[in-house]
């Protein structure tokens, strides 16, 4: 049995919003995560009964479920570097919409290597520090707004 070939590089990527857009990860988010949820529609379904009212017995039902809509997350924490607060504060404080990647690259570099794509919106923005003398940190949460798309880069 051979070992598996794994990604060990994740990257949250923030476009520019030029004509040609440029993208680049902030400095010190250490911890980065993407989730892609569908939004379901459910309908509880029965057994028909039959014809014989005297025959009939009431059965438990089956929920049948239909994705009806996708939608991602973005997650991102670290230390805050202070060049990147006014990209964070800018973009929370507009509630612009910006284009974002999370990029993935496998160890080998061949096997997986791409990114993720989606318009989104900066729901969170937060910022703590446990005491005086430890360094700022930041959260982030970001939602995509329209189409995710995986766009292979290997």
């Keep these: 049995m051979s070992k598996p070939k794994v990604s060990s590089v994740m990257l949250l990527q923030l476009g520019d919003g030029a004509a040609t857009e440029a993208f680049s990860s902030p400095c010190a988010i250490m911890t980065k995560g993407i989730a892609i949820n569908g939004q379901t529609q459910e309908d509880d379904l029965f057994d028909c009964p039959g ?3 005297d025959a009939y017995e009431p059965g438990v039902a089956w929920t049948d479920r239909a994705i009806t809509a996708l939608a991602g997350t ?21 509630g612009a919409v910006k284009n974002v990647r999370a990029y993935l690259r496998s160890r080998d570099g ?39 798309t995986w766009t292979s880069t290997a």
């Design 110 to 148: 061949t096997t997986l290597k791409g990114y993720f794509g989606m318009a989104s919106v900066l729901t969170g923005f937060e910022l703590n520090q446990e005491n005086e003398k430890a360094l700022v940190e930041v959260s982030v949460a970001i939602a995509s707004s329209g189409e995710i």
């Design 74 to 94: 973005l997650s991102g924490s670290g230390k805050l570097a202070t060049e990147d607060f006014d990209t964070w504060w800018n973009w929370m404080s507009s």
């Design 51 to 53: 014809n014989d009212p």
